[in-house]
């Protein structure tokens, strides 16, 4: 572990930013890339490193957690996180981004009648269209910098 300071919950439970690892995959500083998209992705990854306080949230609610890994770019370390709902994390833009991506949001699809029992219509009919997924893990910013 890094010199980071760790958070601690009055129960003793670790959360925040918990571990380090190195990671195996040496940086390449973009070495085969076109000129153009070196430079491109030098700026998105000073941008992804940038430091946002964000609280995070999840709709499972306040008893879920989020442990979760983050490395983006080779020979970045492996950043490993432990989120409790209402707590406030300085955290990278990237991660943030990477939680909060509306990709990875599990699609409603045309017909579907119920998830986990609880139907997804107020009538009980079946969707109509493919919809947008519910969130479960959300990061929301507190301060913008």
């Known amino acids: 572990m890094s010199n980071q300071l760790l958070m601690s919950t009055a129960g003793g439970e ?7 690892l190195t990671n195996s995959v040496p940086f390449d500083d973009f070495k085969n890339m076109k000129p153009e998209h070196k430079k491109e992705l ?4 000073k941008e992804d490193a940038r430091m946002v306080k964000a609280e995070y949230m999840n709709s499972m609610g306040r008893h879920e957690r989020l442990t979760k890994p983050y490395t983006k770019y080779a020979g970045d370390p492996i950043l490993i996180y432990h989120l409790i709902p ?3 994390y300085e955290l990278p833009l990237g991660f943030i981004n990477e939680v909060n ?11 579907l009648l119920s998830v986990d029992d609880k139907e997804v219509t107020k009538d009980g009919s ?3 269209r493919d919809q947008d997924g519910d969130w ?3 990061l929301v910013p507190v301060q913008f910098t």
């Open 14 to 20: 670790l959360h925040g930013l918990i571990n380090t």
């Open 42 to 45: 030098q700026s998105q990854k």
């Open 86 to 88: 209402g707590k406030v």
């Open 101 to 111: 991506d509306k990709n990875k949001h599990m699609k409603k699809r045309e017909g």
């Open 126 to 128: 079946p969707l109509s």
């Open 136 to 138: 479960i893990h959300k």
